[in-house]
T-cell receptor, first 114, second 113 residues
Framework: AQSVTQLDSHVSVSEGTPVLLRCNYSSSYSPSLFWYVQHPNKGLQLLLKYTSAATLVKGINGFEAEFKKSETSFHLTKPSAHMSDAAEYFCVVTTNSGYSTLTFGKGTMLLVSP | NAGVTQTPKFQVLKTGQSMTLQCAQDMNHEYMSWYRQDPGMGLRLIHYSVGAGITDQGEVPNGYNVSRSTTEDFPLRLLSAAPSQTSVYFC????????????FGQGTRLTVV
């Protein structure tokens, strides 16, 4: 069994300040974890993924995430927010056991103010 | 390279009508899935397929039907539309293997009145 909890439904930041979007997961097997971004009325785009290699993962547009097994967390960060980062972000888990479906968190809406 | 293509982009149905949402991928991916997205719910899995001729139910399969006759296509059928099926639907494909990411279509916004 697997599940994902995104701890904040909305996060508001000012442009130029750091971004932190929190994600905790549960998995019966070794997990793979992903962050996707969805801009308004668009499809989902992969930001980054963790698949059991380096625990600090760098993605597109300056985002990165750190896999912490002891805390079962995979938080997404960015040092400096840009207006174009305003979107909904989804944390996703799957297990590394045979075929495993993707389980999505409920999403975090990131609001960026000037 | 088109990736994952969904049609139509928008659809309005009357209660009780049936329709098929089309999904095609040109990446030769083994795995394909259908999700629905509702506000505050994330994406929930409806049905998925691990190869031609093989399908299985996801978290919310009731009222939907799928088949996979080719690697490329994975249509989703609404048998008798209900207002509760008003949602945004996404098709996704993945290469075989647990560590692979999914590629998504642009979505179909369905309204049932």
């Amino acid at each position: 069994a697997q599940s994902v909890t995104q701890l904040d439904s909305h996060v508001s930041v000012s442009e130029g300040t750091p971004v932190l979007l929190r994600c905790n997961y549960s998995s019966s097997y070794s997990p793979s974890l992903f962050w996707y971004v969805q801009h308004p009325n668009k499809g989902l785009q992969l930001l980054l993924k963790y698949t059991s290699a380096a625990t600090l993962v760098k993605g597109i547009n300056g985002f990165e995430a750190e896999f912490k097994k002891s805390e079962t967390s995979f938080h997404l960060t960015k040092p400096s927010a840009h207006m174009s980062d305003a979107a909904e972000y989804f944390c996703v888990v799957t297990t590394n056991s045979g075929y495993s479906t993707l389980t999505f968190g409920k999403g975090t809406m990131l609001l960026v103010s000037p | 390279n088109a990736g994952v293509t969904q049609t139509p982009k928008f659809q309005v149905l009357k209660t009780g009508q049936s329709m098929t949402l089309q999904c095609a991928q040109d990446m030769n991916h083994e795995y394909m899935s259908w999700y629905r997205q509702d506000p505050g719910m994330g994406l929930r899995l409806i049905h998925y397929s691990v190869g031609a001729g093989i399908t299985d139910q996801g978290e919310v399969p009731n009222g939907y039907n799928v088949s996979r006759s080719t690697t490329e296509d994975f249509p989703l059928r609404l048998l008798s539309a209900a207002p509760s099926q008003t949602s945004v639907y996404f098709c996704a494909s993945r290469q075989g293997g647990a560590r692979t990411e999914a590629f998504f279509g642009q979505g179909t916004r369905l309204t049932v009145v």
